[in-house]
């Protein structure tokens, strides 16, 4: 018999997955509950959510955690995802680097994929830069010039992304022919990532909730689709967060159809072509804290 989740059994997973990752799971969302993690109540073996939902906390059972994580966090990505985050790297913020790695203003320039999932993000990124230098016949700047790091609390995304090898449903999402042909070979049914662009990345696992100072100081961070499952309040912390990791002239790039009133505080937006990025703000009220 399938088991239902009772109101005492959602508000304990509720707290759970909030603390374990900061996502919100709001009462009419309790249906996200009870049907991704039903497949754990086999694996563990228990016959209701209560007695899962035990099973995980007093046997302090780490790979079950993983498992509510996995099971809760959405996953949902495809390449150059939004367009025009590509269309500011190029049109903006290379032309702006290339001049300061050349002008010994930067030794090399730093860009964060902060929720990676199964690395669409940050190879898009790669791809777009190499890319760029090819075809403006740069030889003096590298691919080697950047350092993308790539994050998520999901190690199994996160394997799935240092593989660098997707199935040709993925392939379909938002590659255009021009990159596939260039970058890509196939391998049996999968395709596989140039190791030159899988090589520019590294995948690290990370806890958004977690201080950021020891990931150092960045010039691009994309930070999209994460913060629509957050409560408010710890948006705030992130953005407060944000603003002292991201360098002075860096660009915080969110989500097109993300928007943030708490994101006034710490950053300006910014206009270009159809899309728009974020900049610290100098002045501002907010305390910061990293
Ligand atoms: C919808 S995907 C976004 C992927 C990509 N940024 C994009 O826009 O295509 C959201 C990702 O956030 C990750 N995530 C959720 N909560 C997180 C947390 N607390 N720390 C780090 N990553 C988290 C999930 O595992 C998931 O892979």
């Known amino acids: 018999m399938k088991a239902s989740l009772s109101n005492a059994a959602f508000g304990l997973f509720k707290k759970y997955i909030h603390d374990k990752c900061g ?5 009419e969302k309790a249906y996200l509950i009870e049907t ?5 109540l086999v694996d563990a073996q228990v016959s209701s959510f209560e007695a899962l939902y035990h099973k995980i906390v007093k046997e302090d059972d780490a790979s079950m955690a993983v498992k509510v994580i996995d099971a809760i966090t959405t996953n949902e990505t495809l390449w150059f995802r939004d367009k025009t985050p590509w269309l500011i790297l190029e049109e903006l913020l290379l032309p702006k680097y290339i001049e300061k790695l050349r002008m010994g203003e930067k030794q090399r320039i730093r860009i964060w994929s902060a929720a990676a999932s199964t ?3 940050a190879y898009s990124t790669a791809m777009c830069i190499d890319r760029y230098l090819e075809k403006n016949a740069i030889k003096d700047i590298t691919l080697s010039h950047f350092q ?3 994050t998520d609390i999901s190690n199994t995304v996160l394997e799935i ?3 660098g090898r997707y199935d040709a449903v993925s392939m379909i999402r938002g590659m255009a022919p021009e990159y596939k042909d260039r970058y890509f070979t196939k391998q049996g049914m999968a395709w596989k990532i140039d190791d030159k662009i899988k ?3 590294t995948f690290k696992s990370f806890n958004l909730q977690n201080s950021f100072v020891f990931l150092g100081q960045f010039d691009v961070i994309f930070f999209r689709y994460v913060l629509i499952y957050f409560a408010n309040i710890l948006r705030e912390e992130i953005f407060n967060k944000l603003s002292t990791t991201i360098e002075k002239e860096g660009a915080l790039i969110i989500g097109a159809s993300e928007i943030y009133h708490q994101l006034d505080r710490f950053f300006d937006m910014k206009h270009h072509t159809q899309g728009t990025y974020y900049m610290r703000r100098e002045t501002n009220e907010g305390t910061y804290s990293r």
């Open 36 to 40: 991704r993690l039903s497949k754990l």
């Open 23 to 27: 996502i919100n799971i709001g009462e």
């Open 119 to 121: 690395g669409q993000e």
């Open 148 to 150: 993308i790091i790539a």
């Open 199 to 201: 090589n520019a990345i």
């Open 161 to 163: 992304a240092k593989k």
